[in-house]
């Protein structure tokens, strides 16, 4: 079957950085999202790595690696309003995205 | 209005009542998409149309009956619902079904609480 595993929940302190895994098992490999959900709001893209290595825009990147079924989404000088849950997906060979459940990060003062 | 909009985006229903939940794209995107959002579960994909087509139903209950009557548009309808299907239900929407880069756009969902 198809697996899409992340932490479920996270906590780190504002000033700081953090780092969310996502590991994947997909039938193929058509690129790799991440987003951002607020509660209660819809959630929003953030980024889209198709090949290895890392992907930066502003405080926030994203690194892939295909070969471990790897990625990781490093969110710098963090701040309050990065509170939210981060949600991975992997588009599979047949173009349909494949969830995770979703990382819910806590920033604390 | 920009992006995607959703309509109610709360409802709550008995389990004999029929309504209608709606998504409405001013992105110009020929793909729109329902999912099924529940606390602590990945989301699940429920139905995808492609220029108004539907080309994809993952095994949804009959009593979740999709309607596209043209791209900027998307219904889904729902009846004899069961306590389970409380969830947040989010529409979606992107330029093309079939490219790995198509980044799919979401509405604020809809909450539905069936009792």
């Known amino acids: 079957g198809q697996n899409i595993d992340q932490p479920t929940e996270m906590t780190a302190t504002e000033g700081a950085i953090v780092q969310i895994n996502c590991t994947y098992q997909t039938s193929g490999f058509n690129g790799l999202f991440w987003y951002q959900q607020h509660a209660g709001e819809a959630p929003t893209f953030l980024s889209y790595n198709v090949l290895d290595g890392l992907e930066e825009k502003g405080r926030f990147s994203s690194f892939l690696s295909r070969s471990k079924g790897y990625s990781y989404l490093l969110l710098k000088e963090l701040q309050m309003k990065d509170s939210a849950s981060y949600l991975c997906a992997v588009m599979d060979s047949n173009y349909q995205l494949i969830w995770g459940a979703g990382t819910k990060l806590i920033i604390k003062p | 209005e920009t992006g995607v909009t959703q309509t109610p985006r709360h409802l709550v229903m008995g389990m004999t009542n029929k309504k209608s939940l709606k998504c409405e794209q001013h992105?110009?995107?020929?793909?729109m998409y329902w999912y099924k959002q529940s606390a602590k579960k990945p989301l699940e994909l429920m139905f995808v149309y492609s220029l108004e087509e539907r080309v994809e139903n993952n095994s949804v209950p009959s009593r979740f009956s999709p309607e596209c009557p043209n791209s900027s548009h998307l219904f889904l309808h729902l009846h004899t619902l069961q306590p389970e299907d409380s969830a947040l239900y989010l529409c979606a929407s992107s330029q093309e079904v079939g490219t790995g880069s198509d980044t799919q756009y979401f509405g604020p969902g809809t909450r539905l609480t069936v009792l």
């Open positions: 992105l110009g995107h020929n793909a």
